[in-house]
C-alpha cells in the first residue's frame, strides 16, 4: 500500500530551524516529483517546494527561497524539508506531496505551484513558529 508520513513538526521560535521527514513506503520515490505544500489557518493551501528524483532538480516558492531546503535519502526512501531561519509567517501544517514526472518547462513559481495538484498527501505535520 502506498503511503507518505510526515514527521518533524512542532513548536520552533522565530529564527529558529525544524526538519520535516518524509518517508515513502510501498513504492520507490524513483522517477517522481516528490514537495511540500502547507496550509497556514484561514488561508489558501500553498506549495512550497519540489524535488525532481530523476535529475535532482530542487525549486522552491519566493517565500522560503534561501531559507528552506529540500534533499532527498534515498537508501531510506525518504524526503526532508530543512528549514531554517523560521518565521511566525511559517505556521501551518505541512504536507509531503507525490507526482508524475516530467515536469513541464516553465518557470520555478509555476513547478512549485503544481504541487497543489499533486495526486498523492501525507496526513501532514504541524509547525508552529511562535516566541
Known amino acids: 500500500q502506498m503511503q507518505l508520513v510526515e514527521s518533524g513538526g512542532g513548536l520552533v521560535q522565530p529564527g529558529g530551524t525544524l526538519r520535516l521527514s518524509c518517508a515513502a513506503s510501498?513504492?520507490?520515490?524513483?522517477?517522481?516529483?516528490i514537495g511540500w505544500v502547507r496550509q497556514a489557518p484561514g488561508k489558501e493551501r500553498e506549495g512550497v517546494s519540489l524535488?525532481?528524483?530523476?535529475?535532482?532538480?530542487?525549486y522552491y516558492a519566493d517565500s522560503v527561497k534561501g531559507r528552506f531546503t529540500i534533499s532527498r535519502d534515498e537508501a531510506k526512501n525518504t524526503v526532508y524539508l530543512q528549514m531554517n531561519s523560521l518565521k511566525p509567517e511559517d505556521t501551518a501544517i505541512y504536507y509531503c506531496?507525490?507526482?508524475?514526472?516530467?515536469?513541464?518547462?516553465?518557470?520555478?513559481?509555476?513547478?512549485?505551484?503544481?504541487?497543489?495538484?499533486?495526486?498523492?498527501w501525507g496526513p501532514g505535520t504541524q509547525v508552529t513558529v511562535s516566541s
Open positions: 506531496v507525490l507526482g508524475p514526472l516530467p515536469l513541464p518547462k516553465v518557470d520555478e513559481a509555476h513547478i512549485v505551484r503544481l504541487t497543489l495538484d499533486f495526486g498523492s
Open positions: 524535488l525532481s528524483s530523476s535529475d535532482g532538480s530542487t
Open positions: 510501498g513504492f520507490t520515490l524513483d522517477n517522481t516529483a
